[in-house]
């Protein structure tokens, strides 16, 4: 039986020695290369395959949308990942989006072979320790995100106002003129948000709501 292989690369040379690496062996067969998540969906139309063997970023998007494009028709393929970048974010990301595994492009040719093979087996391709390490990881967000979701909804409709506001970089007299409050209620209201947010200056909360992608309400 041959798997057929779909391969997800922009690099045409590095897409042409992969292709010639994995149909060296008589159990693959490189069916199709994409070079970007646009080609993906078109190709999921008229092509039928087992495994895709997938750079993670893509000149059009990511590893993960061009999946979730090719799952909309084909959705039991096998994902493999192949990519430079093996940071832990970039490598939960892949997993997250269904992948068996991930492998850095300075894996042996030999070991990529035999990661699409096993990815159709539906085998787990991520060593035990990495996974734990990725999973905790990921625990870890779960949890920071639900912290920062409790702070920021502790805050009052009136701090949330202030916030945006100095998110678009008005001081406290800026802040006061555009509410028509008095300075001293405005800097109390900062006094409270800074308290509840767990910041120690304006700008760590300003930058704290960013990172959480914080909701605001317009003034």
């Not at 039991?76 to 970039?90: K, M, N, P, Q, T």
């Not at 096993?118 to 390490?133: H, M, N, S, Y």
Request: one cysteine or more.
């Amino acid at each position: 039986m041959r798997y057929r292989v779909l391969i997800v690369e922009d690099h045409q040379v590095v897409a042409e020695g992969l292709a010639a690496l994995l149909n060296e062996h008589p159990e693959l067969r490189v069916v199709a290369i994409a070079g970007g998540v646009g080609e993906v969906e078109h190709l999921a139309d008229v092509e039928r395959v087992d495994v895709v063997l997938c750079d993670y970023w893509l000149p059009d998007g990511t590893g993960p949308e061009a999946v979730a494009a090719l799952r909309l028709h084909l959705p039991d393929v096998a994902i493999v990942f192949l990519s430079a970048d093996s940071s832990d974010e970039v490598v939960l990301a892949a997993l997250e989006a269904g992948a068996a595994g991930y492998l850095v492009k300075s894996s042996a040719g030999a070991d990529v072979a035999d990661a699409v093979r096993r990815a159709v087996d539906g085998e787990i391709l991520v060593p035990a320790r990495q996974l734990a390490k990725l999973l905790a990881r990921r625990r870890e967000r779960s949890h920071r995100s639900a912290e920062h979701a409790r702070r920021l909804d502790s805050l009052t409709p009136r701090e949330r106002q202030i916030l945006s506001l100095m998110t678009a970089g008005m001081d406290n007299r800026d802040i006061a003129r555009e509410l028509s409050i008095s300075y001293t209620t405005v800097r109390s209201h900062v006094r409270h948000l800074l308290s509840k947010m767990g910041a120690r200056s304006k700008l760590e909360a300003v930058v704290r709501a960013a990172d959480w992608d914080a909701p605001t309400v317009a003034p």
